[in-house]
């Protein structure tokens, strides 16, 4: 017998290989939106572009402008910055690996060859990118560093995370433009799929949130945490 107590050894582990997956399918989205030719996310397209202008890789790139989110996380919430969250470092790195190597999956990958297959590939990231929310957010173990500078920012100004995010994408953006002006002598790594990006992987997280949201406390099983395999019982989490 199985039980999913949530104080329980099994799903501990399940929440990090949950969390573990989603990372991946997340990175494996930042890859498929590259591959597009179209324009990555606003906070991947630093990183995207600061590649391209010295030659190092966008994994390389993403841990160094990732630690460097939590330097500003530091900043903006003083106090209010929990220790635990210097692990976002660690993670930073940790997914710039990753980053790195789905970049390299995706190189096996045709390149678009018409505006229809561009597309196809930035859809296909959306797609990714909703399934890695459904494995990466439910464990709720450590936010990538992006979200923890929205974060900071709705603590610091009061605002509430969606309006925190309308001004820390630009923001990104605006260093992206700086960087891709400054390095490459012209506009790189923005186009249309950093508008679909910035909206458009918000709203795969609700749809397939909502799609799967009885799979949401244990998605590796498809039960509710609590929910004891063997009988098929569930209890009621607060």
């Known amino acids: 017998m199985i039980c999913l107590s949530r104080n329980g050894v099994s799903y501990l582990v399940r929440r990090w290989i949950s969390y573990c997956i989603g990372l991946f399918l997340v990175a494996l989205a930042i890859a498929c939106s590259v591959k597009s030719e179209l324009g990555i996310s606003p906070a991947s397209s630093m990183a995207y572009v600061a590649g391209l202008a010295n030659g190092w890789s966008m994994g390389t790139w993403t841990a160094i402008f990732y630690t460097s989110f939590v330097v500003l996380q530091i900043l903006l919430k003083d106090r209010a910055f929990e ?60 936010a990538l560093p992006s979200e923890g500078v929205m974060q900071g920012i709705s603590y610091r100004f009061g605002l509430k995370n969606s309006t925190a995010k309308l001004i820390w994408d630009p923001l990104c953006v605006i260093a992206t433009f ?56 569930q209890s009621q989490l607060g």
């Open 83 to 142: 220790p635990k969250n210097l692990l976002q470092v660690p993670v930073s790195m940790a997914f710039g690996i990753v980053v790195d190597f789905a970049n390299y999956l995706f190189s096996f990958a045709p390149d678009p060859t018409c505006y229809g297959a561009q597309l196809g590939y930035l859809a296909l990231s959306l797609v990714i990118m909703g399934f890695g929310y459904v494995y990466y957010l439910p464990p709720d173990i450590i």
């Open 178 to 233: 700086a960087i891709s002006l400054t390095c490459l002598g012209g506009i790189v790594g923005i186009r249309e799929g950093t508008i679909v990006a910035a909206f458009g992987n918000g709203l795969a997280m609700k749809v397939f949130m909502k799609l799967f949201k009885e799979k949401l406390s244990d998605p590796l099983l498809g039960v509710k945490s609590g929910a004891c395999v063997s009988c098929g019982s």
